[in-house]
């Protein structure tokens, strides 16, 4: 691994990498885990290759709501980005059924309305 220098940093804060316009990310911190974000992730995974949907699918870290873990943060160009709280099994087959494939906001499940600044 090369030396990080004040040239690479330079660089990375010149040059950022553009997000996927769609994403889904999963917390996959302890109580994320815990909680059963690992099956959230897997059904998410499967219910997108089912339908043929094209969509990143990541996991990520603590969001800081370990209350409403498993905590599942998705972007769709045309809706706001959200982050959908106490998901299971279930909510996840609705999130790609409703959010992503549908385009409609699965309202029961929102804990959070991300904005963009």
Known sequence: MSKITREYLDNISANPKKEAANYIRVGMSTCGIAAGAD??????????????????????GCVGMCFAEPLVEVAVEGLPPVIYGKVDKEVAVKIIEKH????ILAND?????????
């Not at 290759?49 to 996991?59: A, G």
């Not at 992503?100 to 385009?103: E, G, I, Q």
């Open 39 to 60: 099956e959230v992730f897997a059904t998410l995974v499967e219910e997108a290759k089912k339908r043929n949907i094209q969509i990143e699918i990541k996991k990520c």
């Open 109 to 117: 499940y929102i804990f959070d309305l991300k904005v963009k600044e």
């Open 100 to 103: 992503v494939a549908a385009k």
